[in-house]
């Protein structure tokens, strides 16, 4: 079966840090451009980063732009979050979603709860 | 910055039929945005509904279509159902590597 599953949320200080991890499973992980997406409690999706299959090419959203950085191991089928200089805003729960090559996010994870807070 | 935009909500009868749609703050939706249409329950993941504007994946019921209306990229549920209830999203590609969602539509059949 194929699956993504998120791990590496928690409760963190304002202007600290975190790193998300997503492991992939049945399927094979290099093949697919890999993206995150966040949902702040009781709102709506917001997209916020994009690697290519090799990790050549990312892009982020500017909400992130400069504190988050997307990576990935291949070798260890895992997809990374590096979030740096944490605001309360960034509460949310991070979903890793698989790219279709048709342009679309075709496989999400349950994804990981981030709560930034003093 | 360009605001994708949704209906916040929308109710609709059981068996009704119902358009959702998804445009810009500022131009008009195209097939070159290749829009995408995700469902979302209660506590669960977002599900794929639609994608490049009309091509539903596979497993999607075709009650469920796509098109391209005046200036916006619309979803219609036609014969609404009771587990159809949830919060739909669209997302549009803007170029340079960057995706952007609608704010979501609440969709209420009763």
């Known amino acids: 079966e194929e699956q993504l599953v998120e791990s590496g949320g928690g409760l963190v200080r304002p202007g600290g840090s975190l790193r998300l991890s997503c492991a992939a499973s049945?399927?094979?992980?290099?093949?697919?451009?890999m993206n995150w997406v966040r949902q702040a409690p009781g709102k709506g999706l917001e997209w916020i980063s994009y690697i290519s299959s090799v990790g050549s090419t990312k892009y982020s959203a500017d909400s992130v732009k400069g504190r988050f950085t997307i990576s990935r191991d291949n070798a260890k089928n895992s997809l990374y979050l590096q979030m740096n200089s944490l605001r309360a805003e960034d509460t949310a729960l991070y979903y890793c979603?698989?790219?279709?090559?048709?342009?679309?996010?075709?496989?999400w994870g349950r994804g990981t709860l981030v709560t930034v807070s003093s | 910055q360009t605001v994708v935009t949704q209906e916040p909500s929308f109710s609709v009868s059981p068996g009704g039929t119902v358009t959702l749609t998804c445009g810009l703050s500022?131009?008009?939706?195209?097939?070159?945005?290749?829009p995408s249409w995700y469902q979302q329950t209660p506590g669960q993941a977002p599900r794929t509904l639609l994608y490049?504007?009309?091509i539903r994946p596979s497993g999607v019921p075709d009650r469920f279509s796509g098109s391209i209306l005046g200036n916006k990229a619309a979803l219609t549920i036609t014969g609404a159902q009771a587990d159809d209830e949830g919060d739909y999203y669209c997302?549009?590609?803007?170029?340079?590597?960057?995706?952007?969602f609608g704010g979501g539509t609440k969709l209420t059949v009763l």
């Open positions: 979603a698989r790219f279709h090559t048709s342009w679309y996010l075709d496989l």
């Open positions: 049945g399927f094979t992980f290099d093949n697919y451009e």
């Open positions: 997302v549009l590609y803007m170029g340079s590597g960057i995706w952007v």
């Open positions: 490049n504007t009309n």
């Open positions: 500022s131009g008009s939706v195209g097939t070159n945005y290749f």
